[in-house]
């Protein structure tokens, strides 16, 4: 039987090698994908006929979800913010530009800068996900430039992560958008 546990292919040079838990091992010709390395892999020799057996980390990670999953669903979920979506288009873009201003002039040694964060991550969140299906306000010039702005943020905080600030280039321009919305959204737009 091939041993597929944690299999790895590692192609260097002209020489292949495919390994599994247990150990490495060199192919007898050059694989690029790994179904061609299951194709022409022999049986791993450094492998026990049994795949599946049972080691002590993989029952210890059993006996841990076993133990705490029923008293995680017993404690009921808290709310982590007071944003509420009113459904009027108007007053929720308002206050998420304050929200994402807010995210703009954060610093990192700004206390409960984490929480705040994930705050704000789920503002973005539910916002977007309330009025994009909405047709009356999807097409309008404000929610398009609210929507990027979000993606601005969104997109920093996801590849950058949450401790690091966002840049004054990106402030700008995410201040000129929040300008935009604004003027749209007193006009009807």
Not at 3 to 15: A, E
Not at 145 to 163: D, Q, S
Request: net charge positive.
């Amino acid at each position: 039987m091939d041993c597929f546990v944690n299999s790895r292919i590692l192609c260097l040079g002209r020489v292949t090698y495919f390994g599994c838990h247990k150990g490495f091992k060199v192919l007898p010709r050059r694989v690029r994908t790994y179904r061609q390395a299951c194709v022409h892999t022999l049986s791993c020799r450094n492998c026990s006929s049994n795949q599946y057996s049972l080691n002590r980390r993989d029952l210890m990670k059993a006996l841990l979800v076993v133990s705490v999953a029923p008293v995680l669903s017993a404690v009921p979920a808290k709310a982590t913010h007071n944003f509420k979506l009113t459904g009027q288009y108007e007053q929720d873009v308002r206050n998420m530009v304050e929200s994402l201003r807010m995210a703009c002039d954060l610093q990192r040694d700004t206390p409960e800068h984490d929480t705040t964060v994930q705050r704000i991550r789920k503002q973005m969140s539910d916002f977007v996900s309330f009025y994009r299906r909405n047709p009356n306000v999807a097409g309008s010039p404000s929610f398009s430039t609210i929507y990027t702005a979000i993606n601005t943020v969104a997109g920093h905080y996801t590849t950058f992560g949450t401790e690091y600030p966002i840049p004054e280039k990106r402030k700008t321009r995410l201040e000129q958008q929040f300008k935009d919305i604004e003027r749209a959204v007193s006009r009807g737009r």
